[in-house]
């Protein structure tokens, strides 16, 4: 049997269902094809737009804005975002088409970075990546969970809410996650097409009611409205710190890429995707933001809701009832389940990545596809135990686990911000040619990449600051601070475990891959270090 005809066996043989091309890919890269990819174009867009969520972050997280900035903030604010946003995406969505790769971030850094700090560089980056996504899940099921509580507490008047009922909540919800991408993996794709349309549909439904039940707030209230209730003594930190809101709402949108092993031409798919799912959610997450301004009522009544959401405020003072409310909640909370499927599976490819590169503590353990499945059902398992001990710090604390879930932000625009800063450098090194994948920026590339550094290192400035001052314990901004602790972890592990044993992404099928015996050539390793000690894509 020749070699086509053996990779063509292989494919039906096993389940795994890859093209030529992903087959390719995954050979240049040096890694074994274990997941089924089970996702096409439309299943895996459905899936990137529900996880990124952007109206319905916005429906959540609106009380940031509302505090600093106001209006101003999130509707300039909001453009700003879009703008740099799709700097980033676009970014990320290159290296994709160059090598789609469940570790991305970090498989990114190593092969952009200098030969001499590679490996160190990598080993941060993975650090910073893995538990930034484990915190967003970790911030994503404590919403969830708290907006369901915020339900109990207005249709039941007599309802006393507890912390520990908010966690029991997590854990709940975190079951249905774990067996949805477990027991349920086949019908993912389906689950996340569905939610795709619910994400759409609830969007119409949604500003349809609120339009045209709400009370109306004026066009000088919507564009020239200004608060500063942190009580900042600049009008433009209160500006920035609004921001939280709309860059809130994009954050997270390289989680398709985490899913690149099961995407079925992965090298096209995923850079079409990230830039689709961006333009996606930026026009529904302004016209929401635009409409729910236009319809907010009395912003104090909103803001000191009982219910801890000033969106179930919004919903109920627009309907004049608790049960219509309710139900126009209720699709946000059914938008999140789909969202939270999608993080979980996403996570879990990035986790089980890092520990197939060595990078994790145990990684021999965590590295392990279920041969049936086809899954990382013990990197799925180790993600939803770290969620369900970080919702513990809730019983004890609001305030220390909202400093974890801060973190979430502030550690994936760090996570972004790396791999691209040594992209643009690569493209500065003229004598260092660039392979691009399918999908390239072309002669904007390097201009494109230097707007999404700036517009992260400004959003990575404020993403810290605490929102009000005089600072208390209460309201201090705790992202910086458990964000070095994290980095000291990284570093001391590094220094016991890293320095020693890794090296960098591995290549599992050997310096030639499966593929490479039919298409030798010095662009085949693009993880090999090159004989003039460059690495990448030489």
């Not at 066996?9 to 050979?27: C, E, I, W, Y």
């Amino acid at each position: 049997m020749d070699r086509s005809m053996e990779l063509t066996a292989s494919r039906q043989g096993n389940g795994l269902r890859s093209t030529d091309q992903d087959l390719d890919v995954m050979a240049k890269i040096g890694k074994k094809q274990q997941f089924s990819r089970i996702f096409g174009f439309l299943s895996t867009l459905a899936l990137s737009s529900t996880l990124l969520a952007s109206w319905e972050s916005v429906a959540e997280s609106i009380s940031a804005g509302l505090t600093n900035g106001g209006p101003v903030s999130l509707v300039y604010g909001m453009l700003l975002s879009i703008s740099g946003t799709f700097a980033l995406a676009a970014s990320l969505a290159e290296m994709a088409s160059i090598c789609p790769i469940s570790g991305a971030q970090y498989h990114w850094t190593y092969m952009f970075a200098p030969p001499k700090w590679a490996a160190f560089i990598t080993w941060m980056q993975g650090w910073c990546t893995v538990f930034a996504w484990q915190a967003t899940v970790t911030s994503v099921t404590f919403l969830t969970a708290t907006q369901i509580q915020g339900l109990m507490i207005l249709n039941y008047p007599n309802y006393v809410p507890e912390r520990w009922h908010g966690t029991l909540l997590m854990w709940a919800y975190l079951a249905i996650l774990f067996a949805a991408n477990v027991w349920g993996i086949r019908l993912l794709p389906l689950i996340e097409l569905m939610g795709g349309i619910c994400h759409i549909a609830f969007f119409i439904m949604i500003l349809i009611a609120i339009v045209v039940l709400a009370p109306r707030s004026s066009a000088e209230f919507v564009f020239t409205g200004f608060t500063n209730g942190g009580g900042w003594q600049s009008d433009g930190v209160s500006w920035c710190i609004g921001l939280l809101t709309v860059v809130y709402c994009f954050v997270g949108f390289d989680g398709a890429i985490h899913m690149s092993e099961e995407v079925k031409n992965a090298a096209t798919t995923i850079p079409k995707v990230i830039m689709l799912t961006i333009a996606i959610n930026a026009t529904l997450a302004f016209g929401f933001l635009i409409a729910l301004l236009f319809c907010l009522g009395d912003v104090e009544t909103v803001l000191s809701t009982p219910t801890g959401y000033p969106i179930i405020a919004i919903f109920v003072q627009a309907t004049n009832s608790n049960a219509a409310g309710t139900v126009m909640e209720a699709g946000l909370i059914i938008i999140a389940f789909a969202s939270g499927f999608a993080l979980l599976a996403s996570v879990s490819r990035l986790t089980f990545a890092f520990a197939r590169d060595g990078g994790m503590p145990f990684s021999k353990f965590f590295a392990y596809v279920d041969p049936h499945y086809h899954i990382p059902i013990r990197a799925i398992s180790l993600v939803c135990i770290i969620i369900m001990l970080l919702s513990l710090i809730n019983i004890g604390s609001s305030i220390a686990l909202n400093a974890i879930l801060s973190l979430s932000t502030l550690a994936l625009y760090i996570s972004y911000l790396v791999p691209i800063t040594l992209f643009a450098m690569k493209r500065l090194r003229k004598n260092e040619p660039i392979a691009f994948g399918p999908f390239t920026l072309g002669k904007f590339g390097l201009a494109i990449n230097i707007y999404a550094i700036c517009f992260g290192v400004f959003i990575v400035i404020f993403l810290p600051f605490p929102v009000a001052t005089p600072v208390s314990g209460g309201s201090m901004n705790y992202a910086a601070p458990v964000f070095i602790f994290l980095m000291l972890v990284a570093l001391v592990d590094w220094f016991v475990r890293g320095k020693k044993h890794y090296a960098g992404p591995t290549r599992e099928i050997g310096a030639v891959g499966e593929r490479d015996e039919e298409r030798k050539g010095p662009e085949v390793n693009i993880m090999a270090h090159s004989s003039s000690g460059a690495k990448g894509l030489e």
